[in-house]
């Protein structure tokens, strides 16, 4: 007993000591849980940048500091700091940063370095602290040859505490009103939002600061707004171009001159040449569509290969409008049927009803299977979970989660192939092959003799004839001429099922139609953003900023 009871004080001998010391500091550590910037401009181009720090000090440190670098031809003068008393501090110019914090306490001053300075003052006592920070940038708002603007960093990356939230407000120091019409504004390496409010710009934290974290601001004014006393040869576009190298403002396809150029002819002719360029269209299209039908047969093969895809771009490609997706996914699904990715299996639920369950399977020889058809398993398969049963409700939150986004940016961008009949100029022959299987499933009841070999292609011509948009005409022509078939052939009598596929058909339609119009609207966001009407900021870019730097808070 008296061995056991040593060995008990021993272990938590160590434990104890261990948890004391490891958590202790953590939780005792410096915190900033709120910055708040706000920038005055002058008309000279002069900013006055005041910083309310909101902050839990402790033993650690003897001071905070603000890092300024990279000034591109700015000074920084005027510093004051006050405290949450309206105790002023005590500005003795030239700094010291090897001094005692009881030295420190009330003071602050400068320190000039190789490539800038750093702003600082002492810590003083422990407890909940405000700190006010308040200094002048000189020609912070630089003249370009096509605007003037700025882009500078307000608060340095490697920032330690890292702040809990950052708010930055610009405002000019008369009655200058900034809109989007008159000013552009861009943010960069932060996660949150910059934009307009009450004629001033605005920047906003949405998550605590990461270690990566910075804040860059880029602003762009008109002439005339200010009048620099700091003007560069070069443009402001230059400036715009270097920022958003990296960043998330820019697409692979950037606007360039030639799109202007065309939007410029297209303008003038905007009554004129769409009108013809539409009657044009249509008789495009009516002459290629009678070239197709001319003594069109039946064809009672599977066109293409068997690629549910090439086949939907082909009935798009001869519309005269409104292209359609919806058939085509209700074809994969029918397809993974097909193949035993998916079955219809019945089950007792929790209240003793028998209901039909849509069962996930794993797709055989996937990696010879087309995208398409591999995307909308892995939805169906994610979605599913590990009980592999996929609920309507399921399909509906997978589609809609900001999490599964790529997963459906991607599928949505594989779905919406862009065809025209251009394309098929050499395949005429292929083309009158989809056409005349149409025609063929179409005419389905008209036809007295069916040969073996064309029963063998039943569950294919179901696949095609919901593809065609005329699959219950088919299934119902099929059950009148073999009623048997569906009941000898499980899969077939699965894939005719009248109650479960409509309810994933429509889930999936409307969560695909969904789907299209976020990832749609984001890009229209992310073009908007590009050209300086604010919205979230980027992750990456902010090239060639001034200010900031690295470092910052307390040491």
């Not at 021993?10 to 900033?32: D, E, N």
């Not at 990566?212 to 070069?234: C, H, Q």
């Not at 992310?526 to 090239?543: F, L, N, P, V, Y």
Request: a negative charge; hydrophobic letters at 35%.
């Amino acid at each position: 007993m008296k061995s056991i009871i040593n060995y008990k004080v021993l272990k938590w001998g160590i434990i104890l000591p261990f948890y004391f010391f490891t958590f202790l500091p953590l939780s005792a550590r410096p915190q900033l849980h709120d910055l708040s910037i706000r920038v005055v401009l002058s008309k000279n181009g002069d900013a006055r940048i005041i910083e309310t720090r909101q902050m839990s000090i402790d033993s650690e440190g003897t001071e905070c500091y603000i890092p300024i670098g990279n000034l591109n031809g700015s000074e920084v003068r005027d510093l004051t700091v006050t405290d949450e008393s309206e105790q002023t501090f005590t500005n003795i110019g030239s700094w010291d940063i090897n001094e005692s914090r009881n030295w420190k306490a009330g003071k602050c001053g400068i320190v000039n370095k190789h490539n800038g300075y750093e702003l600082c003052w002492g810590l003083g006592d422990s407890g909940e602290r405000t700190y006010v920070t308040s200094y002048t940038v000189t020609n912070l708002v630089k003249g370009y040859e096509d605007a003037d603007g700025f882009n500078y960093m307000f608060v340095a990356q490697g920032i330690s505490p890292l702040p809990d939230h950052v708010k930055l407000t610009i405002e000019p120091e008369d009655t200058l009103q900034f809109t989007a019409e008159n000013t552009g504004i861009w943010g960069f390496r932060y996660n949150g939002e910059v934009g307009f409010m009450n004629y001033q710009i605005t920047a906003e934290s949405s998550e605590p600061f990461e270690n990566r974290s910075a804040l860059i601001i880029m602003a762009r004014f008109n002439k005339g707004m200010f009048e620099p006393a700091d003007v560069r040869e070069g443009t402001f576009e230059q400036v715009k171009n270097l920022a958003f190298e990296g960043s998330d403002y820019v697409d692979e396809d950037e606007w360039t001159w030639k799109d202007t150029l065309a939007l410029i002819a297209l303008l003038i002719g905007i009554i004129i040449i769409p009108l013809l360029l539409f009657i044009g269209y249509i008789i495009y299209v009516w002459r290629a569509r009678r070239k197709v039908q001319k003594d069109l047969m039946w064809y009672r093969d599977i066109p293409y290969d068997g690629n549910l895809q090439r086949v939907n771009d082909v009935l798009n490609a001869y519309k005269y409008f409104n292209t359609d997706y919806n058939n085509l996914l209700s074809a994969c699904i029918l397809e993974l049927i097909n193949l035993g990715a998916i079955t219809i299996e019945q089950s007792q639920n929790a209240k003793g009803q028998f209901v039909q369950n849509f069962v996930i399977h794993d797709l055989k020889d996937s990696d010879q299977q087309p995208k398409l058809l591999k995307q909308v398993h892995n939805i169906f398969k994610q979605a599913a979970g590990n009980d592999t049963i996929l609920e309507p409700k399921e399909l509906k939150s997978y589609m809609k989660s900001k999490y599964n986004q790529s997963i459906t940016d991607s599928f949505i961008t594989t779905l919406h192939t862009k065809t025209s009949i251009s394309h098929y100029k050499n395949e005429l022959e292929d083309v009158r092959q989809v056409f005349g299987l149409r025609k063929y499933l179409e005419e389905f009841s008209l036809i007295d003799e069916r040969h073996v070999q064309e029963v063998t292609l039943w569950k294919d011509y179901m696949i095609y004839a919901t593809l065609f948009g005329i699959a219950d005409q088919v299934i119902r022509d099929m059950k009148k001429i073999n009623p048997e078939y569906f009941n000898m052939d499980q899969v077939a009598n699965q894939m005719a099922d009248d109650r479960t596929l409509p309810t994933i058909y429509s889930t999936m339609h409307s969560s695909t139609t969904r789907a299209a119009m976020s990832k749609a609207q984001r890009e229209a966001e992310r073009e908007a953003r590009s050209s300086g009407h604010g919205g979230h900021a980027s992750w990456g870019g902010g090239g060639g900023f001034s200010g900031g730097g690295f470092g910052g808070g307390v040491r």
